[in-house]
T-cell receptor
């Protein structure tokens, strides 16, 4: 597609449930990032992939959060045993080059609400 | 580790007036610096970036920003604000070493009054 695509755009779930959020980056972009944006805050870095491997997962808040990118394109962010504090907009971005050096292209985000 | 501070949470500017949004960063060397804009219901869009060279950089939509090493600042400016500029603005810093993602500030919400 022309831009970064994220699905679902909205997800409402109950506390304790499992959630998957999908990101389809711009074709040819080798780097893929996940950020989380809470109300009134800036995007908070979660994890970054270069190709298929997670190059930096230092932003993942705990072991309930996990992300994969098995073929170096689409990525899935997985959240186990969701908590109300996980409610946020989850942003995905992709880029051509090394992180910190080039423009990130963002999707519109997946809004997660945990009841 | 790098960090970004945007001191102003919310700014209101009259249409046609000039605008300056402040950004201060913390980093041990010269960073890469970015300004992004987020309009309601839309994804973050890059306005401009500084990598090296001329410290005054021009961006899209008539925005510019100036890198001041001595002040660790990268303030965003626009000479005449339009109502369509109302949005949330984020400053971000990237480290020059490979493998470090962009770090964003908390953002400044811009309102434009008529």
């Amino acid at each position: 597609g022309a831009g970064v695509s994220q699905t679902p755009s909205n997800k409402v779930t109950e506390k304790g449930k499992y959630v998957e959020l999908r990101c389809d980056p711009i074709s040819g972009h080798t780097a893929l990032y996940w950020y989380r944006q809470s109300l009134g805050q800036g995007p908070e870095f979660l994890i970054y992939f270069q190709g298929t491997g997670a190059a930096d997962d230092s932003g993942l808040p705990n072991d309930r959060f996990f992300a994969v990118r098995p073929e170096g394109s689409v990525s899935t962010l997985k959240i186990q045993r969701t908590e109300r504090g996980d409610s946020a907009v989850y942003l995905c971005a992709s880029s051509l080059g090394q992180p910190g050096t080039g423009e990130l292209f963002f999707g519109e985000g997946s809004r997660l609400t945990v009841l | 580790a790098q960090s970004v501070t945007q001191p102003d949470i919310h700014i209101t500017v009259s249409e046609g007036a000039s605008l300056e949004l402040r950004c201060n960063y913390s980093y041990g060397a010269t960073p890469y610096l970015f300004w992004y804009v987020q309009s309601p219901g839309q994804g973050l869009q890059l306005l401009l970036k500084y990598f090296s060279g001329d410290t005054l950089v021009q961006g899209i939509k008539g925005f510019e920003a100036e890198f001041k090493r001595s002040q660790s600042s990268f303030n965003l400016r626009k000479p005449s604000v339009h109502w369509s500029d109302a949005a949330e603005y984020f400053c971000a810093v990237g480290a020059r070493q490979a493998g470090t993602a962009l770090i964003f500030g908390k953002g400044t919400t811009l309102s434009v009054s008529s």
